[in-house]
């Protein structure tokens, strides 16, 4: 005896679940790949600290998605299996649930893996990196507090950094007048010194009316942003503070946004 329509649409949203679950750990796979990425960048935040290898969410990652995949495959051939057997009036309870099963201990395998994964991570150490970033941005607004400058930590080089920077100076329309090469004007007399440069840049059409308000803001005009290494060789950007030169100068405060601009600059080259 042949199913029922019952038994047909039973069996189709079964295999809709299935599917659906395929998709899950596929998702859940890519999110995990990436997860190693994430513990990465606040690893680098502890340069104190022995470096980690995190690759292996990588392979969890990947783990997932073919288990997923494996999933859809595997269900699409259950289905198909599951339809014969309601052509043919087989009973659909003779034989065991093994994708289920199958699933199920993959599940719990890759589970535990995940669990000694988050173990070996430390998350004591990742709050500590994120302490550590806060209190890095404290010092720099303490600085600027008592000498106007404001200091951020870069993520590369000196050199990618200026790099980055004349790029999003090209691409808002923001004239560079030049960089100076200040560790490389050192070498040049036979002095050693840690990458250094300046960026000197500005925009006459918000720059002119600053210098109209207050002539004495041209001593600090055009605006520029310092990029150098400190000793350990990490890269540090530093600016005058827009509060800073507002106060030193005496400008309206509707002119400010003048020169705020450098602010989000430096946070865009700090990324």
């Not at 495959?73 to 087989?90: D, F, P, T």
Request: net charge neutral.
């Amino acid at each position: 005896m042949q199913g029922s329509a019952s038994d047909y649409l039973a069996a189709e949203r079964t295999f809709l679940a299935w599917i659906r679950t395929g998709i899950a750990l596929m998702g859940l796979g890519f999110v995990l790949a990436r997860f190693g990425l994430f513990l990465r960048e606040f690893n680098r935040l502890e340069p104190e600290l022995p470096a980690k290898s995190f690759g292996i969410s990588l392979w969890m990652g990947v783990a997932l998605i073919v288990l997923g995949v494996a999933v859809c495959l595997l269900s699409m051939l259950r289905h198909l299996r599951m339809l014969k057997q309601l052509q043919s009036g087989e009973s659909l309870f003779a034989g065991r649930p093994r994708l289920a099963i199958g699933v199920a201990s993959a599940l719990i395998i890759l589970g535990l893996i995940m669990a000694g994964y988050l173990i070996f991570a430390n998350p004591d150490t990742l709050m500590h990196a994120s302490v550590k970033r806060e209190e890095n941005m404290a010092t720099s607004m303490a600085t600027n507090a008592e000498n106007g400058i404001v200091r951020l930590p870069g993520n590369h080089s000196v050199d990618e950094t200026v790099a980055k920077l004349q790029g999003i100076l090209q691409a808002k329309g923001v004239k560079l007048f030049t960089v100076v090469d200040h560790s490389g004007e050192a070498a040049s007399v036979g002095l050693d010194m840690p990458n250094t440069k300046l960026l000197i840049f500005g925009n006459p059409k918000a720059g002119t009316p600053l210098m109209l308000a207050s002539p004495s803001v041209a001593l600090d005009f055009p605006l520029k942003i310092l990029v150098a290494e400190d000793a350990a060789g990490k890269t540090w950007i530093s600016y005058n503070s827009p509060a800073y030169l507002q106060a030193r100068h005496g400008l309206p405060p509707e002119l400010l946004p003048n020169i705020a601009v450098i602010e989000a600059l430096a946070v865009k080259a700090a990324e």
